[in-house]
């Protein structure tokens, strides 16, 4: 499958970002689960991949939309 765009979730001084994959980040979170849920909506929209990270930064999950 062919993603428009890749969205990652990751950590970053202690908050977590929405970053398109070679782009500044699109958002700064302060808690995991707002920048999943903000990353859902823009990877739903544009038909994109989105990969979650964990604490220490390795890849925790990948989903398609």
């Given at each position: 499958?062919?993603?428009s765009a890749v969205y990652h979730v990751a950590p970053r001084m202690a908050r977590?970002?929405?970053e398109r994959e070679g782009g500044d980040p699109a958002a700064i979170?302060?808690?995991k689960a707002s920048a999943v849920?903000?990353?859902q909506e823009l990877a739903r929209t544009r038909h994109a991949l989105l990969v979650l990270h964990r604490d220490d930064g390795s890849v925790h999950a990948?989903?398609?939309y």
């Open positions: 499958m062919v993603h977590w970002t929405v979170c302060d808690d849920r903000l990353a990948e989903h398609h």
